[in-house]
């Protein structure tokens, strides 16, 4: 039998892996790209109900504005126009028992005027909170982007929680509460949450605003494998990758499910670090190295319970919002134990409203949400099937009867209703724990996976807040490493 060899074998077909493998492509590298589902695109895949297509997990996505980074990665993979971005009229809406606020796109003065405007007295320091959050930013842009070393603001910060820039500023709970809505992006409380993380997501929704890819991600998924295949690269789904072949300490290859094994110079895992390094690895490969961690479970970020609904009427009283953020009190804290412990009551819940957007998903008077509450793993585990079927309709009961009283009589509008948790993540995506964001992005915390030659990750795992937006400049900076190996 012929030994098929590649210059690059790419295991998952998430974004980071289309990403990298039509970045390589694009070079002309032999390429092959493993995926275990039927569906490409991991977080960004979509799936099919009474014939409407919903969006798995994806909502807004930043740094997709011209000249932006994502902007540049699509021209460099050579996607042509097929890709184009939708912008909101707002960034998203908050909602608390006092307030009800409107984040206008990409305008933070604005944000600046409307915060100055409910709290008279923090005006001077709720404008010098923003400039201290822009310099961070903009500083971490050029550290990024242009290599400059951290300066002493940077190192000051470096392993910090975002409370502790509130607190420099801020007494008041609940300016510091809606202040902190992004929480939710990251997955932690803001009293654990890195700072710089936090700063520079807030900052690129803020400045530089916020998309959704017009035709739903599948249209950007799919451009992907279209351009990777036409430069002759090769994508081949329902085909889950078993075992990373080791030689000499050194990756060589790969076995699938069925047995057909592929040679490579190199690899890429674009699943997360315990499947890459525990499972598809046999540790007796690594005897005496500390080349292999075992993968510290509890800083595995959050994952979420997320119900996707058909509606039959359009909800009249927010026809120009996307994404709306439901706070039921300001202490972020109070609300990441409620998320942890799947209690709807004291948790926020987000609710994007797709075809307020992308109109085209939809058909008359038919409207796709979806509603998302962040949810602790633990409280699923070990249930038998009686257990898990009870507990779910539980808590997606809760939701429901918490959103209908912000949009009344949303009962009487569903037509589908159909609910996925952690479990449910984990079993599709292959996430630890069905991890939305891969590790945590806590203060301070540097997850340390020794080096494996010619082994690369490209995921959630391994980039700035786990965002879209975050693995395709991870997978474009891995891209300008393996072209120089290769």
Known sequence: MKKEEYDVIIIGAGIG???????LAAERKKILILEKNYNLGGYCSTFKRKGFTFESSIHAINDCYNKGDIANIIKECKLGKNIKFLIPAYTYRSIYPDYDIRVKQRSPQEFIRELSRYFPKEKKNILRFFKEMKDIFYTLKQIHLLGYPPNKKIIKYSNKPFDYLLDNFFDDQKLRGIISQYWVYCGLPTSKLSLLDYCYLWCD????GSYYPAG???????????????KGGEIINNCEVTKIIIKDKEPIGVVTENGRKFFARLIVSNIDYDKTLNRLIRQEEFKNSSSVKVVDKDNVSLSAFRIYLILNNKLRDFSDDFEIFLNPNYNIDKQ??????NLPDDAPVGITMYSNLEKRICSENKYIIAITMLSGYDYWKNLDNSQYKLKKEHVKNLIIKKVNKVFPRLLDRVEFMEAATPLTFERYTGNT?????????????????????????VSNWNSKGGSVAGVMKVAK?????IKQKL
């Open 433 to 457: 724990r069905g991890s939305i964001y891969g590790w945590n992005k806590r203060a301070g915390f540097k997850q340390k996976v020794s080096f494996i030659r010619n082994l690369f990750f």
């Open 477 to 481: 900076s891995t891209a300008m490493l």
């Open 17 to 23: 892996g289309l990403t990298i493998g039509s970045l």
């Open 336 to 341: 990441y134990l409620s998320s942890v412990n």
């Open 216 to 230: 739903t991600t599948k249209s950007l998924i799919n451009s992907f494998a279209t351009s990777i295949k036409s």
């Open 205 to 208: 929704f803020f400045i530089n």
